[in-house]
Structure formats: structure tokens, C-alpha cells
């Protein structure tokens, strides 16, 4: 059996140096040289607010933070709540509570934000179903953890409550932060197309409301349709985006752990397996990519480079010929995805001939070397939840289990105004080399381990 916890640790320290901005408590999409974050590299706040390079931002350098946060913030967690996190990692999880709250609440009234520039006030104003079904999976895993604080805990409620508020205005169509309908953003149908997402975001808030009043929309909206929203969903596309399977499984999770009605949580983990099947298809996808050549260098400065047409370049430019080291690595975040999937469904029989698979992927790629955060941050959660389930690091889980109590849980304490100005040191990126050899990098990014009370 593999132990991969070394590995992992090396790829938690590449994450936290060179995507993780610790100020804001949340990731940028690429690793950029010190040299060039931020202003080189990533969108500022006036460039946001002008839909430049695009309406949403995708090349600006946070498109994706939401969606790599959450994964992040559930893998740090669950290595908390498994009792196998290392030194300086529940310094880094507070940064993630704070990034989770800052999402939604920069922005006015309540508008969730796909990721924030350096000057943690700058967003885009484009509003994504994915990033909404990411936070609520993550601030609803947030909720149902003894490692997070009552304070915190209570913070996730008052927000989640503004949200969905905001959500229920807007009548389950997504809109802008100004208020303007998105195109083809109608998630309130009763099909198994969107249904998921809108059930797992209506049962997040009732779970922080705790208001029979929500629950029972939630149940209202399951029913709907003779349980359309739950009905199996088409499976005739191998290579659907594997972002939006992913985010599909975590509602299916939720769902199936914490549904009050059993034969909908029943259905719920039918669901699950299902997705998980369709999944095992793409792990292998990890082997279509290729190293970039020695003396690589990315160049992420899109404002110099031509501009094309929303037809011809998504990304409304041009990107530089260094971009296709960033498109090489997509099959890997789609390993990482399929990967994620399937051990959200937990079943130990159907991850069984995929193990090795897994094993090998997590244990080859050099994910310190990578470029792109959404190849590296599904890494933490997919080692945890295969150590929760017995697949990898068996003696690190059986040496070290123990359960936090709610007496020393974290609270966010870095949303303090005046902690950054008092801690300079903590509160900005590094982008300094990682020992690939497993040698410790060269900053620990947030302290020495804080001594916990724990109880077996």
C-alpha cells in the first residue's frame, strides 16, 4: 500500500507559495513569478470592474478561485477532522475560513464573487452556478465540523442567509452583480440538468438556518415533478466538463448524508454511484500530459498581447505560445476531478480496480512543478478522502486519529482589520522554490503548529 502523505505535504507547500494570496485567504489560478504578482500577471480591481480581458475574467488570474478554494478548504479540513495535518496547516486553514466568508460578503448585497484581486477589493461581476454550488458545499461542510468555531460557524449563517436571500429574489436565475439576468442562467427548472445544484444550495441554507420554514421549501422543491430534480441524469457525453460533474456530485453528497426523507437520501446515493461509474472513465486522462521543456517560462502578461474576438479567443486575447503548458495540464485537472468524484461517493467496491490508478497518478506527477491551480488543488482532498477510506496511508491514519473539540476549534481570527498590518510577514504571496527532494520550502507560511486540546 502507498504512502503518499510526503507527496502531498510537498504539493500543500507549492499551493500555499505560489497560488495561495494568505492576505485575502484565497488562490489565484496560476503560479506567477514574484517579479510579476501582482500587477504583471493578474487583473487589478479597475480592470475587473471594466470586464477586461473578459466579462468573466478568465485569464485575469482568479476566474476559477471560488471553485479551487472550495476544493482546498474541504481537503485542509478533512486532514483536520482525520488528525493527519502537519505543522502550519491550521495557520493556513484560518486563511481559507476568512477567503470563504470574504466571497460573499465583498461585494453588495450578498453577491457571491468568483475570486478577489490582490487589493482584496476587485471582483468581476459575472455570476457562475458553479461557484455558487462550490461555496455552498464548502461553507456547508464548515457547518457540520468541530474544527471550525461556534463564531465562525454563526458568520457562515448570517451569510448564507443574505445569499440565499439575494437567490430567492432573483428567482433562481442567476444575474450580474448589477442586477442584470444572465443569458440562459434559469437553474429553477424540476430537471436533473440543474436540479442537484439548486436542492444542494436550498438544503445548505435550511442546515444554517435551522428554520423548518426552509426545510420545508427544500422538500418542495425535491418533490417537485415527481422528484425531477433527482431523476438520472443523460450520460452520453465522456467528455463533459469535468468542473460541473464534480460540483454535481458534491450536491449528490449533501443530499445523500443529510436529506431528512431517507428514500430521497436513498436516491441521492443511487446518484452518487452513478456519477462515480460515469467518472472512473477519465482518471486515466492523467497520462496525456507531458512535462513542460527545461527553461520554461509562462508569460501571463495578457495586456500586451493582441486582442481577437469572444469567437475566436474565449479569453478575448491572444494568449502567448507559453499558455499551451496551461492547456496541457487540463488532463490532469480532469483526472484529479474524476478522482474526486469518485471517492464522493464513498463506495470502496467501485474504487477497488482504480486504486492503483490513483495511487500512481498522485505519486508521479511533480504537482510542485505545475502552473495551473486547478490541476493541483483537487491533490489535498483526494489524498484525505482516500485515507478516510482506507485506500492510502493506513498506519498515518490509525497513528494519528483524533477528534477535535469544539474547545479549541479555529476561528477566522485573520479577518481582523489590523492582523496584516501587524503581521507583514504572514500576510502576502511567496513564490520562492519548493525542495522537490522533500526538504522543507523556505518559508512555513503561517507559524508553528498551535498546541490543540484533543480527546480519542
Known amino acids: 500500500m502507498a504512502f503518499l502523505d510526503d507527496t502531498v505535504r510537498r504539493t500543500m507547500a507549492a499551493v500555499e507559495q505560489k497560488f495561495l494570496f494568505r492576505k485575502i485567504g484565497l488562490p489565484f489560478d496560476y503560479a506567477s513569478s514574484p517579479d510579476d504578482f501582482p500587477s504583471k500577471a493578474f487583473a487589478n480591481a479597475k480592470e475587473a470592474r471594466a470586464n477586461l480581458p473578459n466579462p468573466g475574467g478568465l485569464g485575469g488570474g482568479y476566474h476559477y478561485s471560488c471553485r479551487n478554494h472550495a476544493l482546498l478548504f474541504d481537503g485542509y479540513l478533512l486532514r483536520m477532522e482525520l488528525g493527519i495535518e502537519g505543522s502550519g496547516d491550521e495557520a493556513i486553514f484560518d486563511r481559507l475560513i476568512g477567503g470563504l466568508i470574504r466571497l460573499a460578503t465583498v461585494a453588495p448585497k450578498s453577491f457571491l464573487i468568483s475570486g478577489l484581486a490582490a487589493d482584496g477589493r476587485g471582483f468581476y461581476g459575472q455570476a457562475s452556478l458553479d461557484n455558487h454550488l462550490a461555496w455552498a458545499f464548502a461553507v456547508f461542510r464548515g457547518l457540520a465540523t468541530p474544527v471550525i468555531s461556534p463564531e465562525s460557524q454563526e458568520k457562515f449563517r448570517s451569510i448564507a442567509g443574505k445569499w440565499m ?52 421549501l427544500y422538500g418542495a422543491m425535491a418533490e417537485e415533478g415527481r422528484r425531477a430534480r433527482l431523476a ?90 507559453s499558455w499551451a503548458v496551461i492547456d496541457g495540464e487540463r488532463s490532469l485537472a480532469a483526472a484529479l ?91 502576502g504571496h511567496r513564490s520562492v522554490s519548493v525542495d522537490n527532494r522533500g526538504g522543507e520550502a523556505e518559508e512555513k507560511n503561517g507559524g508553528g503548529k498551535r498546541k490543540r486540546r484533543r480527546r480519542r
Not at 197 to 212: I, K, N, P, W, Y
Not at 349 to 374: K, T
Not at 404 to 423: F, G, I, Q, T
Request: glycine residues 6%.
Open 232 to 321: 438520472s441524469f443523460r450520460d452520453d457525453e465522456v467528455r463533459e466538463d469535468t468542473h460541473r460533474r464534480l460540483w454535481r456530485q458534491a450536491a449528490f453528497a449533501l443530499l445523500a448524508d443529510f436529506d431528512p426523507e431517507p428514500s430521497r437520501a436513498a436516491l441521492a446515493r443511487d446518484r452518487l454511484r452513478a456519477n462515480a461509474r460515469s467518472a472512473s472513465r477519465r482518471i486515466g486522462d492523467w497520462r496525456e500530459w507531458k512535462a513542460p521543456p527545461a527553461g520554461f517560462d509562462l508569460n501571463l502578461d495578457w495586456r500586451k498581447r493582441p486582442r481577437a474576438s469572444f469567437e475566436k479567443s474565449p479569453l478575448g486575447f491572444i494568449p502567448h505560445a
Open 165 to 216: 436571500d439575494r437567490v430567492k429574489r432573483e428567482k433562481f436565475h442567476l444575474h450580474s452583480v448589477d442586477g442584470k439576468p444572465i443569458a440562459s442562467g434559469d437553474f429553477s427548472r424540476a430537471d436533473p440538468e440543474f436540479g442537484p445544484f439548486l436542492l444542494a444550495m436550498l438544503l445548505t441554507t435550511a442546515r444554517a438556518s435551522g428554520d423548518e420554514k426552509d426545510y420545508e
Open 337 to 427: 476531478h474524476a478522482m474526486y468524484v469518485m471517492l464522493l461517493a464513498g463506495d470502496a467496491e467501485l474504487l477497488e480496480p482504480h486504486q492503483a490508478e490513483m495511487e500512481e497518478c498522485l505519486s508521479v506527477v511533480p504537482w510542485f512543478d505545475l502552473v495551473s491551480l486547478n490541476a493541483a488543488a483537487p491533490v489535498v482532498g483526494v489524498h484525505a478522502r482516500g485515507v478516510e477510506l482506507g485506500l492510502w496511508d493506513k498506519t498515518l491514519y490509525d497513528s494519528r486519529r483524533v477528534v477535535p473539540v469544539l474547545e479549541s476549534a479555529l476561528s477566522a481570527k485573520y479577518l481582523a482589520p489590523d492582523y496584516d498590518a501587524r503581521n507583514p510577514g504572514q500576510a
